[in-house]
């Protein structure tokens, strides 16, 4: 049984093996003192319960930023990120023209612009 709180600095340098026995360790010691607190515990259960869950959710943040990581990993270079690794924004950013989009003419704009170009005059107009 692990009692101590597992430190987040040396849970980084941890191998995802290591990782997930330390999670299987911590969840049976949780159910163990769950049921002591059913069966009519001690006070001070309560505060370890506390302690556990949250360490437990310590070494899960690790294993999932882990995965993340190696997600980035394969993903980049990739034309498409799947939608959680792409930058969250606001929707209206989201939504909005990419530069490509906003570069592009219709046929109508094309056939405007060479017909009846901008014209140019050699006299500067004064304001």
């Known amino acids: 049984m692990s009692s101590a709180k597992p430190k987040t600095g040396q849970l980084w340098s941890k191998n995802k093996e290591d990782l997930k026995t330390q999670l299987k360790e911590l969840k049976t010691e949780l159910g163990q003192l769950r049921t002591q607190k059913i069966a ?18 310590k070494v899960l943040t690790i294993i999932n930023a882990h995965q993340r990581s190696q997600l980035r990993l394969f993903y980049k270079g990739k034309k498409y990120l799947p939608l959680d690794l792409r930058p969250k924004q606001t929707r209206a950013i989201r939504r909005r023209l990419s530069k490509h989009e906003k570069g592009l003419q219709t046929e ?3 056939k405007k612009g060479t017909h009846f170009p901008m014209r140019e005059f050699a006299v500067k107009a004064e304001a």
């Open 40 to 57: 009519g515990g001690a006070a001070s259960k309560l505060t370890k319960i506390h302690d556990l869950r949250k360490s437990i959710a």
């Open 108 to 110: 109508r704009q094309k």
